[in-house]
């Protein structure tokens, strides 16, 4: 008998993902419980109490009657007890309080469903995607399935998308272990072709943009803090695993993105699709930490690297009212960051490069992808002023930076990094562009198969100058 009460409290979870249903067969089967105390074996209540009459199977019932009764009631009264066994047989479920935004409670083996899901079915989207590491520069154009359609998803129509060393990182293992087959791809813009019923921040038809992130949790202190790249239940745009369905983010060398609308940004009228697009990830980047730091008007900010990060952190710094001077290995790059709006260079090729300018600097933001035979830090720290901050956006695949407490003493210094950029950051950047006429320097490549290969063998090169948008989607995907 308990075995079927169990079956089908089973059956009630798989198919229904509202609280109130379960809560009701939860009650009815814990009267049922009281029922079978009643007359248990069926020796009437006069004999019940006498437990000297008791068999063997009457003391396993009463086990089994407590132990339901006890889970149901907890359950019912709300109690935060996670039941594994229970867990495991149904799988993933999510049970909901409709009336309030953004809350649920949840059981799962390991982790909360993300978001209310208004339609179960299995879409499928195409994009190009790469097997393993092996073949990291074949890209084939399949057919994938994505999660469910969620009341605060955004379906967007992908026009064209960006290429990050992120991408190439991901791809030929650089940064470990991932799950293929993949569609990497995270600067994101196209045209929002279908929203959710909860949706108030994206209006179907509009024009917008969809960087590395694609959600987090907007519960945790982190979120409420406009932190919410630094959630620790955050997911990538791509390569990450959705909780509830096991299903696989894909992303933007694809026909379509589905993607929660906090995670998903207005484009400004004056801003061309290919020049956005790789603001999304590589300029929020350096945008983010540039604002957190303090760089602005009398303050002198130091950008490593003048590569796709650099280049928009030199652009970036300077329109936020920095003097802002860049660092490069050596000169060739110099005339591009002085129209780009450097105020100085320094070729750390050069003879005692940094001597001149030790503690003279009040921010320096690292967005080198590699640090080379004979980086030294303590050189690049000696520029610092005192508690000045060298703030880490770039992240190489082998490189490891040894230093002892005593190498910060003379200055004071401070090493952190940043991650992204919250929601509230990519807006105000976005206007800042809009205000400042900011362009990516971008070259643009039609979207294929062969493009895609070419194009991140040239990125992996450092063959750029600065960033690459795959372009064209609809001669692939259809208008």
């Known amino acids: 008998m308990y075995l079927l009460f169990a079956l089908n409290e089973a059956l009630v979870l798989r198919s229904t993902g509202d609280l109130r249903v379960w809560k009701t067969v939860l009650f009815v089967l814990l ?21 000297s009459q008791w068999n063997p199977i009457d003391w396993g019932n009463l086990a089994f009657v407590y132990l339901g009764a006890s889970m149901r009631i907890a359950f019912l009264t709300g109690y935060p007890t996670r039941f594994s066994i229970v867990a495991n047989l149904v799988g993933s479920f999510e049970l909901q309080h409709p009336p309030r935004r953004r809350e649920w409670v949840y059981a799962a083996p390991e982790q909360p469903w993300h978001t209310n899901s208004t339609d179960m079915a299995q879409d499928k989207f195409q994009g190009f995607q790469v097997d393993g590491p092996e073949t990291w520069t074949q890209f084939h154009l399949r057919e994938f399935v994505t999660k469910p359609f969620g009341d605060y998803d955004v379906d967007i129509k992908i026009e064209c998308c960006g290429v990050c060393s992120s991408d190439v990182h991901t791809i030929n293992g650089g940064w470990g272990p991932q799950h293929f087959p993949l569609t990497v791809g995270h600067e994101i813009v196209g045209k929002a072709l279908r929203v959710g019923p909860k949706v108030t921040l994206i209006k179907e038809g509009q024009r917008v943009g969809v960087g590395a992130q694609s959600y987090s949790c907007l519960e945790c202190r982190q979120c409420k803090n406009n932190n919410e790249t630094y959630c620790k239940k955050q997911l990538d745009t791509f390569g990450a695993v959705w909780p509830d369905t096991g299903i696989v983010t894909q992303g933007g060398y694809s026909s379509h993105v589905r993607t929660h609308e906090h995670w998903v940004f207005p484009i400004p009228d004056s801003i061309p699709s290919h020049i956005a697009a790789p603001m999304l990830c590589a300029g929020i980047t350096s945008y983010s930490p540039l604002v957190r730091n303090g760089a602005g008007p009398g303050k002198k900010v130091a950008i490593v690297g003048l590569g796709g990060l650099g280049h928009f952190g030199v652009m970036f710094a300077k329109a936020l009212g920095a003097e802002t001077w860049v660092i490069s290995r050596t000169h060739s790059k110099e005339e591009d960051a002085k129209k780009m709006g450097a105020d100085g260079f320094l070729a750390t090729s050069d003879k005692d490069w940094n001597v001149p300018h030790q503690m003279t600097f009040d921010l320096i933001v690292s967005t080198a992808n590699s640090f080379g035979d004979g980086f030294d830090l303590n050189s690049y720290l000696s520029l ?16 490891e930076l040894k230093i002892r407490p005593q190498d910060l003493n003379p200055n004071g210094c401070l090493i952190g990094a940043s991650h992204l950029g919250s929601r509230k950051e990519m807006l105000e950047m976005f206007k800042l562009v ?33 960033r690459f948008a795959m372009v064209d989607y609809d001669k692939v995907f259809g208008a």
């Open 31 to 51: 009267i049922a419980d009281f029922g079978h105390l009643y007359s248990v074996s069926g020796i009437g209540p006069n004999v019940y109490w006498n437990i």
């Open 434 to 466: 809009d205000e400042k006429g900011i362009r990516s320097w971008v070259e643009t490549v039609p979207l294929s198969a062969e493009n895609l290969s070419k194009t991140v063998q040239r990125l992996h090169k450092n063959d750029v100058r600065y």
């Open 384 to 399: 610092l002023d005192v508690h000045g901050r060298w703030i880490s956006v770039g992240f190489p695949e082998e490189a």
